[in-house]
């Protein structure tokens, strides 16, 4: 049996059908049609799924289920999207939309960072485990919180923002409008605003040296890569941001003492430069002065289509 978990995002629509195994066996990714009406939207979201039932030679009633993961937020039913800004979706009826084509397969549909939580639970770095936490660490911060061995969907079913929660008082403005977020203080886009500071204001610096001078080839990587080489104020920067990341980290240890907790997004594959320093900062500032187990996440940009596939059996 396959089921089916779409990954919608600002660039690209992807989707794969996954088999009893959790592989994708079977994927198509096109580009996002922004501007679209939602109904053309769904349209060719349907026109994917029929696609993957002819390369799979079955009738695509015979897909088990159709997940679909997507930036934004979520009714708490579970069956509309609210807002998702940078696809322009407000109010989209996603499960209804997919039913109109595919009445017989039962639909599901859930937050991208929530899907990730429950990707790493099935195929990934939660295997096995009960309680875990992700982190998805780019351009924002999202969050997915495995309880009980379900993904957490949020007590009134509104699900979890762990990229909001606040923790610096008066820290820089979030895209929430709050101050000291997680998500203000722990994205890549925050190293990246450090390292174009540093370009104006150290001229003799190798974040300076790396981007050549021009702040639009700064990256994460550059600030982090630059920190690993031992440049004192990259360091100081990258320092920095494991104190922030280490504060998320301890603050939500405390109120779950998860299992594991994972880290996805562009910022994690730093490594074990990354890794070792954040699980010191975090036992440092830990009620329970552990070692939290905190990891990679495993499965990357396929994180959202397994997630999304696995959707049904969350339910079950
Ligand atoms: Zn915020």
Not at 26 to 51: D, H
Not at 71 to 85: C, F, K, P, R, Y
Not at 137 to 158: A, E, P, S, W, Y
Not at 282 to 307: C, W
Request: hydrophobic share 45%.
């Amino acid at each position: 049996m396959y089921q089916i978990g779409f990954d919608v995002g600002g660039t690209n629509l992807k989707v794969g059908a996954v088999n009893d195994d959790k592989v994708i066996v079977a994927r198509r990714n096109v580009a996002f049609p922004k501007g679209e009406t939602y109904q053309n939207i769904t349209a060719l979201m349907a026109e994917q799924v029929r696609a993957l039932a002819q390369e799979l030679n079955i009738s695509a009633k015979d897909f088990k289920s159709i997940g679909v993961a997507t930036a934004g937020s979520i009714d708490a039913a579970g069956a509309v999207i609210l807002h998702a800004h940078n696809l322009g979706f407000h109010n989209v009826p996603m499960v209804d939309e997919m039913h109109r084509y595919f009445p017989d397969v039962p639909v599901f549909l859930a937050n991208d960072a929530d899907a990730a939580a429950l990707a790493e639970l099935h195929a990934g770095a939660f295997r096995d485990k009960k309680t875990a936490v992700l982190f998805t660490l780019g351009t924002g911060v999202g969050g997915g919180i495995i309880l009980g061995g379900k993904m957490f969907k949020g007590g009134m079913g509104r699900g979890n923002e762990l990229g909001h929660m606040v923790i610096q008082e008066g820290g820089p403005i979030c895209t929430c409008g709050n101050k000291g977020c997680i998500e203000s203080l722990c994205t890549a886009t925050w190293l990246i605003q450090q390292g174009r500071r540093v370009i104006v204001e150290y001229p003799i610096s190798l974040i300076h040296e790396k981007a050549e001078g021009d702040m639009n080839l700064v990256t994460a990587k550059t600030v982090i890569d630059s920190a690993k080489e031992g440049d004192t104020i990259a360091k100081d920067i990258f320092n920095t941001y494991v104190g922030h990341l280490s504060s998320a980290i301890a603050s939500i240890a405390v109120l779950l003492d998860p299992e594991v907790v994972a880290l996805g997004g562009g910022v994690s594959l730093a490594g074990d430069f990354l890794f070792e320093s954040l699980r010191e900062r975090v036992k440092e500032k830990s009620f329970f002065k552990v070692y939290h187990e905190v990891v990679p996440a495993q499965l990357g940009n396929d994180a959202g289509i397994i997630g999304a596939a696995m959707l049904a059996r969350n339910e079950e």
